[in-house]
């Protein structure tokens, strides 16, 4: 663990050079923010909540929305080997061996996380978003059964007509190719998305390709009503290089995991993930009068995912569809916002040996039905002098049923979760621009996802039992002149906290453990100055603790929860070196990471530094390109982005590529 000494340097590096400093376009606090259904300035905007814009999604190389997450306070996106993702929301990657689990997506505003509890955030490209707002902790009372937090992705429409088109290379055979269109008529605007990508990955047994395509239309047939509708479709294939022992790790950090213990390797193995995702939406919404509105949205959505392991071959078949719809009625000071969201889906997971990466010998065989629904009601009261009262409270049901048809008779299993309230209650005083104060109480609810109750070990857990607790929160930002600071305490206690084991073979499981308490700081400041310098930092002090778990003979009370470090910075410099000419650098700590619940092996810190430099230039008034270049952890660190928590044997290590460099070129035509 680094020194208090350390961390203060790191935290005032951060901030440094508070008299130089620059938006490119506006600042924070004057952004929209669309969370909890609110819609106003994130000044005004009583909760926790992190924007990650477009231009910080393009902002190093692009080819990932890694380091854009990253710099929020809050939060931290791993990924183990190229494509495999893991989204961590104030500690909600306890339960997630890989892809992002109890943090509820939504994509332009129907869901897109499953009904089982999965979200395959890995099937997007990065230019399938024009901004994010993450809540952070439970937004239950609005959004369903969740205590990590909400993810609001937009792909958005442009005003202005134009197509965009680039390519960017790097080190470890990384490609990407990926083009966007935007045109239309202000009535009538459609969007599409085109993108191809590749690595060979830093270690052995890391390839990795993906396609995305996406299409966006949204009609106004006149200035009450409009109507939008979106496509998705992503094609992902990784190789899977399963974690290393600290002695394996030590030796060779780029090697694949070797056989073992009457296990293959990963590279005998075949191990690698296939997934392909085709999700659709519509919605339409109607302005009735001056005080009536409502937005009404369905969706459907198919995914396929073939997962030849070292213990197995898993084959998944998950189509699910649903909808959401919301009424708002606005009078004077009144706010009052009801609605409904409906998930079902129908699973399929079959279990097979692996045959060298063929499906074998069939061993288990289970349907899979889910449905979850949640009805909700906010009302919101803006009162003089600056007050605002929001009061929420949702009423929300799960059901799961499995049918293991490959046992004769054939096993049948229920997991229901009925009525479950999780009421939120929120309170800001504004005392003008510098100074917007707030304070909330929320319940948190979060019934175990299908992955967690039938996981890799194909052994259904009938004892599993859904986490909640109640979360206390209390934040100020504000800020004008260039300046904005958001600074968020917060108190989270959980009972029933689900968390992740693996064993031997690599394949993970999920038991209940107890009591945790999540206490938190968070901070994020950002200061501009003319068109020279953009300096931003944010800091994350995370103190999380089980208070009740014991495992047989073994008593973890009072032990740090694995696999979130307790302090982060991330710090940014934009600087405008001539009208043309851009540097953007990035730095980022982690300190040292618990491995495991007895807290006897840890990851070590690491710092991380990256730099692009970016030449912009225009001819003939519609076309206007872009030439750019960079690297990513120029000091060269080695340390691990993504370690398996629990793991049996100690095989926690993942590690990330070392010293790496990119280039690449963007072009724009602007429309007449």
């Excluded at 996380?113 to 955030?121: H, S």
């Excluded at 099937?123 to 059964?145: C, N, T």
């Excluded at 958001?486 to 038991?511: C, H, K, M, P, T």
């Excluded at 990471?593 to 530094?609: E, G, I, R």
Aim: aromatic residues 14%.
């Amino acid at each position: 663990m680094a020194s208090s000494q350390t961390l203060t340097a790191l935290f005032a590096l951060a901030f440094a050079l508070p008299a130089m400093a620059q938006s490119d376009t506006t600042t924070l606090g004057g952004i929209t923010v669309h969370g909890y259904s609110q819609q106003r300035e994130l000044a005004s905007i009583p909760a926790a909540v992190a924007l990650v814009r477009g231009q910080d999604l393009q902002r190093l190389s692009g080819q990932s929305i890694l380091p854009a997450l990253n710099a929020q306070p809050g939060v931290r996106m791993e990924e183990r080997s190229p494509g495999s993702y893991r989204l961590n929301i104030r500690g909600s990657s306890l339960r997630s061996p890989f892809g992002v689990r109890n943090v509820k997506m939504y994509y332009n505003g129907l869901p897109f996380t499953d009904p089982g509890g999965n979200t395959y955030l890995n099937q997007f490209a990065v230019g399938s978003f024009s901004g994010m707002e993450i809540l952070k902790g439970p937004g239950s009372s609005l959004y369903g059964a969740g205590t990590g937090g909400v993810l609001l992705a937009e792909s958005g429409f442009d005003e202005e007509d134009h197509f965009t088109a680039g390519y960017t290379g790097g080190s470890y055979g990384s490609h990407l190719l990926a083009g966007k269109g935007n045109w239309g008529t202000e009535k009538f605007k459609q969007q599409a998305l085109l993108s191809w990508q590749e690595s060979n990955g830093y270690r052995a047994q890391t390839y990795m390709h993906r396609t995305v395509a996406g299409w966006g239309g949204r009609w106004k047939p006149n200035d009450k009503a409009d109507f939008e509708a979106h496509l998705l479709y992503g094609d992902l294939f990784y190789e899977t290089p399963g974690a290393l022992t600290l002695a394996q790790f030590e030796a060779d950090k780029r090697q694949a995991r070797p056989a073992g213990g009457g296990f293959p390797s990963a590279a005998g193995a075949h191990a690698a993930i296939h997934q392909q995702t085709l999700w659709g939406g519509v919605q339409f919404g109607y302005r009735w009068n001056e005080h009536w509105e409502q937005r009404t949205g369905i969706y459907g959505a198919f995914s396929k995912l073939e997962n030849p392991a070292i213990r197995n071959f898993e084959k998944r078949r998950e189509p699910h569809f649903g909808g959401r719809t919301v009424f708002t009625y606005s009078r004077s000071i009144l706010r009052v916002l009801a609605g409904a969201e409906v998930q079902h889906g129908n699973f399929s997971t079959k279990v097979f040996t692996n045959a060298s990466g063929e499906p074998g010998i069939l061993q288990t065989d289970d349907k899979i039905n889910n449905t979850l629904y949640s009805l909700f009601l906010q009302p919101e009261l803006l009162l003089p002098r600056g007050w605002t009262v929001t009061a929420g409270i949702s009423m929300n049901n799960t059901r799961t049923a499995f049918t293991r048809v490959s046992e004769t008779p054939a096993f049948n299993f229920t997991s229901r979760y009925k009525n479950e309230w999780a009421p939120r209650l929120a309170m800001m005083k504004q005392f003008g621009a510098w100074a917007n104060l707030y304070a909330v109480v929320s319940k948190g609810f979060s019934p175990p996802t299908v992955a967690e109750l039938l996981p890799s070990t194909s052994v259904i857990n009938t004892t599993l039992q859904a986490e909640k607790g109640w979360n206390y929160e209390a934040g100020i930002r504000g800020g004008k002149s260039g300046f904005w600071y958001d600074v968020n305490l917060f108190w989270f206690r959980l009972r029933d906290a689900i968390v992740q084991r693996r064993d031997a073979s690599g394949a993970d499981y999920f038991e209940n453990a107890g009591a945790t308490t999540q206490k938190g700081f968070e901070a994020l400041l950002q200061y501009r100055f003319n068109t020279l310098l953009t300096l931003r930092g944010a800091y994350t002090y995370h103190h999380f603790r089980y208070d009740e778990f014991r495992q047989q003979d073994k008593v973890y009370d009072g032990n740090a929860l694995p696999g979130t470090p307790a302090h982060t910075v991330a710090a940014t410099a934009d600087l405008q070196l001539l009208p043309a000419l851009g540097l953007y650098l990035t730095y980022q700590y982690n300190s040292d990471t618990w491995l495991n619940d007895a807290n006897t092996d840890k990851a070590t810190s690491f710092h991380l530094v990256g730099v692009k430099a970016q030449y912009t230039f225009t001819w003939s008034g519609r076309w206007r390109a872009g030439v750019f270049a960079g690297a990513d952890n120029l000091l060269d660190q080695t340390y691990s982005l993504g370690n398996d928590i629990n793991a049996a044997a100690g095989r926690y290590y993942n590690a990330a590529p070392g010293r790496n460099f990119y280039a690449g070129f963007r072009v724009r035509l602007d429309g007449r």
